[in-house]
Structure formats: C-alpha cells, structure tokens
C-alpha cells in the first residue's frame, strides 16, 4: 500500500513515473538507471491498483507481479543496457536516447513485425484493416481504441503495437467493415475482441462495435479478450460506466448469443483483492461466462503448485481455466522462454492436483501459424524418445485431433525447433516444403 493515496479512480503510471517507483521500492540509482535503459525499448506502462494492491514490494526484485509489469535489466544485452543507461545518465536529448533505443528493438530476435501474423483478409478487393480470420469459424478483430492496456505485461508477444511504431500498427475503427466481412463469410460463428484490451474503451465505444453484431444470426458467440479483472478489476464495480457495460454484457446475452470473457490471469496474486471477486460476480450476474487464459512464464508463474491454485481459485469463483499458452517468440523471449519438455510437466503436475471441474483447460499449447499445436508429453516410440502433439486449433480443420511426433528436445521451446518423427514433415507442412514452416 506504499503509494495509497485514498483516490479513486484510475491512475496510469508511465516512464515518467519509473524513477519514483523503483525509488520507493528500494533499488540504488545504479540499479535503476539500467532499467529505466530497458524501459526505453520495450514499452512500460502500469497502474496504481498493481503497484498498491498486487505487488509485494517487501520481495522486489524477485516478487512475480513485479516481474510481471517492470523491466528488468538483464532483458537485454549488457552491452545495450549499459550504452542506454549512459545516455540517460549523460542528459543526452530525447531523439538521440530515442534513435540508440529503436536500433536495439530493431535486433531483438525475431522482429515482432512478423509475430502479428498479419492475415489481412479482403472484403471486394479491399483490406479489412484490423481483422485478423485465422480459423474457420473465428475472427479476431482489433478495435482502434483498444490498442492499450491498463498494464503492460513485460512479456507481452503484441509489445510492437504499444510503441508507436506506425508500420507494426493493425487496429480499425470500421465497424461496418467487421460486419460486411461477417456476412460475407457465413462459417463465421464468433468474433474475438483482442488487442490491446478491449475493455480499456468506454462503454459507449464498445457499445458502437458490439451493437451491430447483435443481429447477425450467424454468430454464437462474441468474446472479449482482456486482463482488467487482474489489472484493473473496477472496471467493473466502481468506474463510472461500470453499470452500462455490464448493461452491455446482458444485452448480448439477451441476444441469443454467448459472451464469453477471456480472462488473463497469470499469477494467483491476481485473484485475491476483494474487488475482483465482486467483478467476476457482477460479470457472471449479466449472464457472460469467464474463461482463463495465460501464459506459462519463466521466474513469474513456472511452478505446477501456481498454476494448480490458480485453477481451483478460480473454479471456486465461478470462472472456467482455458488456456495453459508456452510464451511465444518475441521480445525478451530468452529471457521467460520455458522449454517444450518443461512446460508439459508444469502442466502435467498442475492438472494431476485439481479436480475434474479444473481439467476445462487446455495445454501447453502454442499458438503458432498453422494453428494451436499441444504437448502432449514425452514417450518412447520403436525405440525413439519423442513428444506427442496435436492441434487443438488449425487453419485446416482436417489437421485437427491427429496425433503427430517430433524427436525429443529438451532445449526446444517452440514449433520451429522441432523435427518430424517417423516423418519426413510435419502434417502441417506442405510437400516439398524446405522445412518446418516458420511460427
Ligand atoms: C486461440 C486463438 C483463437 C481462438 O481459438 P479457440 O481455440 O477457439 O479458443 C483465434 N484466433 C487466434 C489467432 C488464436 O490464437
């Protein structure tokens, strides 16, 4: 409660607040000089509910929500931290800091430019800025002004678009595009609010995206992806447009039509304030359901004990576990990456703690090009040590439910470190393919 100052109300806390912060939570200028360096290639951005209410600043650096939301130094090459911070120290002017900093976002590996998996379908001709239609029966859709969170997660695969990078950006405020696009495509059956966070727009802009899906007879469900219930959980019990968007939620459901909220949650601390057992009840009262989503991250949340008590707390509160995600490429990846082989013992050992009503969840699963692929586990086949895998989601619905092999690796951490097994390819890749098809 360090920096309770008895307001209401949201409070954002920027770079230009980083000082201040890890001032008060005790870090020697050396020490903060070297993040605020990192902070001025990847994006920060948090707010005073996580700083007051979620971290522990007594067991910085080591706290998971504070390694949730602030950079860290060793995020980067020593070298790169150690030339910005000189510059910070230096007075050197903004442009300058600002030049050094994009040549370091430039070299991380890969450039998330390619991560956004830009699949701008076409609507007569014209690109559906913003829409993203990977499977059959969903489209992604990314609103204007939902291109922001409450927070930022210092691990986050979409951290291009929070830079102001203008070519990395994806969003669209077209509405009428979303819809055209829908009837157009009639396998359409739900659509998905990403971004960003939706739920960082005000009810009336989101009432403007959601209104016109309502009479589309097709769709079965809408869902918004989001991480207010962790980040800013009074969304939905004391902000002002709290009423009308739980308003909004029972509008949907009065529809017809499911509204499914995805939660991220990634880390039991988020549960516990009061307030966000309140919001989950509101939320649940409009007639949405809450499903739970997050990734599985090195030195925030890589013990099965974690993940096991997330599961049954938020059974307990009425939300359904979803998605156990393996962090995908982007980023300081190294630097959270957990291996494939561990990643499905965490998982292994979390699901093997919890009842039948937490076994909803799905995973590790990796969200990659031709789809969702999940670890099933590591065995022994003619002799050969191989993981088992299948697509629980793919851009050909014919690869889905099919058990597939690659050649055990315990360092591999994603799609493309892997090699077939008892194959020349993957079933995913095409005849004559080089390889395996990036992710
Ligand atoms: C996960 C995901 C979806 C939704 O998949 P479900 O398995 O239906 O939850 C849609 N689009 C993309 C790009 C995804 O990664």
Redesign the pocket.
Known sequence: MIFSEGRRGFRAYTTKHLDELLGRGGLDEQARLRVRAVATVLPFRTNAYVVDELIDWSSIPDDPIYRLVFPQEDMLPEADVSRLAALLRDGAPAARVQEAAREVRMRLNPHPAGQL?LNVPRVDGESVQGL?H??P????FFPKQGQTCHAYCTYCFRWAQFIGEPDLKMASDDIGNLVEYVKAHPEVT?I?F?GGDPMIMSEAVLRRYIEPLLGLEQLESI?IGTKSLAYWPDRFVGDPDSDATLKLFAEVVASGKSLAF?AHFSHPRELEPDVVQKAVERILESGATIRTQAPLIRSINDRPDVWAHMWRRQTAMGMIP??MFVERDTGPQDYFAVPLADAHRVFRDAYAQVSGLCRTVRGP?M?ATPG?VCVDGVTEVAGQRVFVLHF??ARDPELVGRPFFAHYDPDAVWLSDLRPAFADRFPFETAGAPGPLST
Do not use: A, D
């Not at 029966?137 to 992604?140: A, H, K, N, R, S």
């Open positions: 998996e993203q990977k499977y029966e969903t489209v992604l739900s998905l990403t869902r995805m979803y998605y699963s969200s969702k629980i989601q």
